[in-house]
Structures are given as C-alpha cells and as structure tokens.
C-alpha cells in the first residue's frame, strides 16, 4: 500500500510569507503527527491530530497551526515566517493515537523549507 | 535537559564490526522506536519496542523498561548501514526524540 505522502518536497519563502504543507497518511490511519527538524534543535514535536482534532501541541508559537480533514488528510501552516523556521518538516501516520496504543508510525520524506 | 539521550553522537566503524548505539530515557514511555535516516532527509522506522528484544536482519534492538534503556546492534556492519540513527520514545502523548547517531561504515 501506498506510504505517507508529503507534499512539496521543497519550498523556499520569503521572511513574513505563509505557508502550507500537505501530509497524506496511509489508508486507513487516523492520525498524523507533525516535526520539525533542525541541526541546532534535531527533531521537535508540533502537534498531533486524530479524528480531525488535535489531541496533543508541542512547545511551538501560534505561527504555527494544522488542521486535518475526514479523509485524515492534514495540512500545517506557518504564518509571518522567519529564517530560523527554516527546517525539514515530518509527518507521520498511525492507526491510533500516539502514546495511547502500542503501534507503528510511519514517516513521510518530508517538507525541506527555506526561508530566505 | 533532554527526555532522550543517545551515545555516541558519531561513530566511525569498519566494514564488518558489530555496532552498538545506546538510548536512555526519562519519561514513562509506551514505546520505543529506533528510526534510520539517510542524507535527504526521508526516516524510515527499524524498529518499535515495548519489551525485550527483536531482529531483523543484521538489526538487533533491545530495551530494559526498569532500566529505561535501550540499544541498537548492527552485526557485521556494511557502508549502507551508513546513516543518522534515532532514539524516539512515545509517552505523554508525544514523541520525544534523541539528537541521533551519526554512522559511517568505512570499507
């Protein structure tokens, strides 16, 4: 079966722009959990959503939101970005919640943001 | 101070030596996922664990709850093994990751 999609795989913006990455998860997984990923900080947790509500939200500013539909598809935004959101951003899927169930993630190959 | 911590943060090793990267963490944790990622950034699960131990291939990973630790083995080690490898722990409704392993199998 296909595996989680992320779309773009590259996107460069400009400081003060918005953005949007897509995360298709596997068929039949409820939830999707977003990363983001940088040399200084390696990989942080943003936030999850199941059954198109966030269940859990790192330690990151509002700038940064998702959302997920009823196919499970999630999208997250950054607004008025700035250099340092300049990261790889991950998402993965499962069947469950994270951390309520013993069961597999599956990461997508990610969103390369640069922000110039 | 991190949730996660992994050792070593680099490691050179010839082709055909057995490998060990440890993990050690500090939140209750339901599981433990040992993650590869490759230049390019994709990350691909090796393994998760909630108790003792599993295989694959040339992969050993093991964990001791009481302990909280863990360790990944990799026997007879190959310059495809080469690649950043990633303690994460999922507990408190999050994942929690390590800063990573960074391997280089050298022919």
């Known amino acids: 079966k296909a595996g989680v999609t992320q779309t773009p795989r590259y996107l460069i913006k400009t400081r003060g722009q918005q953005v949007t990455l897509s995360c298709s998860p596997i068929?039949?997984?409820?939830?999707v959990s977003w990363y983001q990923q940088t040399p200084g900080q390696g990989l942080q947790f943003l936030f999850e959503?199941?059954?198109?509500?966030?269940?859990n939200k790192g330690n990151f500013p509002g700038r940064f939101s998702g959302r997920q539909f009823s196919n499970s598809r999630s999208e997250m935004n950054v607004s008025t970005l700035e250099l340092g959101d300049s990261a790889l951003y991950l998402c993965?899927?499962?069947?469950?919640?994270?951390?309520?169930?013993?069961?597999?993630?599956?990461f997508g190959q990610g969103t390369r943001l640069t922000v110039v | 101070k991190n949730e996660v911590e992994q050792s070593p943060q680099n490691l050179t090793a010839q082709e055909g030596e057995f490998i060990t990267i440890n993990c050690s963490y500090s939140?209750?944790?339901?599981?433990l996922h040992w993650l590869q990622q490759h230049p390019g950034g994709g990350i691909v699960s090796l393994f998760m664990?909630?108790?003792g131990k599993k295989k694959h291939g040339r992969l050993i990973a093991t964990i001791n709850i009481q302990e909280k630790h863990s360790s990944l083995h990799i026997t007879a080690s190959h310059p495809r093994d080469s690649a950043v490898y990633i303690c994460?722990?999922?507990?408190?409704?999050?994942?929690?990751f390590g800063t990573g392993t960074s391997l280089t199998v050298i022919p």
């Open positions: 939140v209750g944790i339901s599981a």
């Open positions: 068929s039949g997984h409820r939830s």
């Open positions: 994460a722990v999922r507990g408190k409704g999050q994942f929690y």
């Open positions: 959503y199941f059954s198109e509500t966030q269940r």
């Open positions: 664990l909630s108790s």
């Open positions: 993965a899927s499962s069947l469950t919640q994270v951390g309520v169930a013993y069961t597999e993630a599956f």
